[in-house]
């Protein structure tokens, strides 16, 4: 019996690279089109960020950002030091320790969460985990209405996301601190479930590294006027000018510590984009039909693996496979075969992940480049399981 066209792998070396290789899952790809003089040709380079054009280039940031996304109108945004990992700390400095706090993690950068509430800030906490990558906790026993919670929307690291906020009381008294870094602006977000939404502009708009996005709900910075924590926060975390009164001037373009105009102007450049291709929506639609690539990727091949089990969960961006039949050795060997020969850099499975690839599929990555990356997929699959 002949083998079936559907399983049937390629193993002749492809003609075809992807024009473009950058499927890392951070820092991303840059946009359709992307150059540098595009991009940066009316950045005020040598201005301060102090200054008119600085300040006017700092609140046009925050104005997209609220617009593109279709924030409520009394959600505040800042501009933050530190990427997404200073936005999700000074939220954890400046607002827990009031209530017990759930921790929802399920891959590396949400167990960081734990560990800092738990050995860092010493929290009455509770731990909601996995036994293993690809999973997602038990989301129904987390106290959403009586708890502080703090969870990532998407595990970059592992391939899973949550598919929605209906475990999240709507008549909550805490306050749920959404690390969203790789998740927004590419999935549905339920902002009426979220107080506190982060993200850095590396991820789904292939923005620069170093900064970070607070979104606050009016309960978080209710939670921020009436509620002082018991340890000394460094300058970085404070977004109050005096006990009780929140720092307006952080969500209107004036930020705690020196930025760099470059990656504000990147960042605009990226926002700008995004709205060309149809604002938010289309940014997901580009995301879901880059992940329908790799879905039929996976269809036609009995080696390739989703980490995550159930379809519900799966990611759409950073998109982590397992491969059935190679070594952690061969495997490895087929990544940095895939960047030798230039057609996927950087989609090693994250070190405290299981073995195998990651690939992003956010909105800035062109599905044709997919398309053009599974025939090596194949090649190098064969490569290494012959060696």
């Not at 820092?27 to 380079?45: E, M, R, S, V």
């Not at 170093?210 to 002082?228: D, F, K, N, W």
């Not at 879905?295 to 961006?317: C, G, I, M, Q």
């Amino acid at each position: 019996m002949s083998e079936s066209p559907a399983k049937k792998q390629k193993t002749e070396k492809p003609s075809t690279l992807p024009e473009v290789a950058c499927f890392s899952s951070g820092p991303c790809a840059k946009h359709p089109g992307y150059t540098l003089q595009g991009a940066l040709g009316d950045c005020p380079l040598g201005r301060s960020h102090r200054s008119a054009i600085g300040k006017k280039k700092l609140q046009l940031a925050i104005s997209e950002t609220k617009r593109i996304l279709g924030l409520p109108n009394d959600y505040r945004v800042a501009i933050v030091p530190a990427s997404d990992t200073g936005a999700v700390e000074m939220c954890m400095w400046s607002m827990l320790g009031g209530r017990p706090v759930d921790v929802v993690h399920f891959e590396s950068f949400g167990k960081g969460w734990w560990v800092d509430a738990l050995k860092q800030l010493k929290l009455d906490a509770r731990e909601f985990t996995v036994s293993k990558y690809g999973q997602l906790p038990d989301l129904a026993s987390v106290n959403t209405k009586e708890h502080d919670v703090i969870f990532t929307w998407n595990g970059t690291t592992s391939g899973v996301r949550i598919p929605d906020g209906e475990w999240i009381a709507d008549d909550r008294k805490g306050i749920t601190i959404c690390d969203a870094t790789s998740a927004i602006f590419a999935m549905e977000l339920p902002y009426n479930k979220l107080d506190v939404i982060t993200y850095s502009w590396q991820k789904v708009l292939g923005g620069e590294a170093a900064h970070g996005v607070v979104i606050l709900s009016p309960r978080a910075v209710q939670r921020l006027e009436t509620y002082q924590p018991p340890w000394p926060l460094p300058k970085i975390f404070r977004m109050t000018k005096a006990p009780g009164k929140i720092d307006e001037e952080l969500f209107d373009g004036v930020v705690i510590n020196t930025v760099s105009m470059i990656c504000v102007e990147d960042y605009l450049d990226a926002l700008k984009w995004a709205e060309s291709v149809g604002g938010l929506q289309g940014l997901i639609q580009r995301t879901r039909e880059n992940f329908a690539v790799l879905e039929k990727a996976v269809a036609e091949r009995d080696w390739l693996h989703f980490l995550a089990d159930n379809p519900a969960y799966r990611s759409p961006t950073s998109v982590c496979f397992t491969i059935s039949d190679l070594t952690p050795a061969q495997v490895s060997a087929m990544v940095k075969e895939l960047g030798q020969e230039k057609a996927a850099f950087d989609i090693g499975s994250y070190k405290d992940a299981p073995a195998g690839i990651r690939i992003w599929c956010g909105a800035t990555v062109d599905k044709k480049n997919l398309e053009s990356l599974v025939p090596w997929l194949d090649y190098t699959h064969s490569k290494a399981a012959a060696s």
